[in-house]
């Protein structure tokens, strides 16, 4: 019976640490989408580097934008520092989306804008869903 509360005390302390380490920030969706919702997530690995995903929700497909575009991209920025194409969101036939990546930036921005070019170096296009991150 011991072995058993000592098991239990483990479990749980893992999933308080678990729970403590994961962050959640809203997005604030821009003028060109105002019902956009999303939201950013981010948590701390091992090696210290922060795992980000961000959600969407009620993102309009970037065609149907004006301007049209053709794909959004999720950029993060370090304060002082040019933002950093992370790829595409892919927004699917429920108009929801879901990217992760991983960064070593603790503090930072994350912005989605509509591009016509997935690889585009700089923002070019609106910004639709912006949020600001500290760890």
Known sequence: MNRNLLLGALLLTLLAGTASWAKSYPMI???ATPSARGKVQVGKEKNGNMQVTV???HLAKPGKLKPPAKTYVVWLQEQGSEPINQG???VG???K???KTKTRYQNFDVFIT???DPMAKVPSGQTVLSSKVQV
Do not use: I, S, V
């Open 29 to 31: 969706a821009g003028t």
């Open 55 to 57: 959600k969407t929700e």
């Open 88 to 90: 595409q969101l892919k």
């Open 93 to 95: 036939g429920k108009l």
């Open 97 to 99: 989306g879901k990217f």
């Open 114 to 116: 509509a591009e016509t």
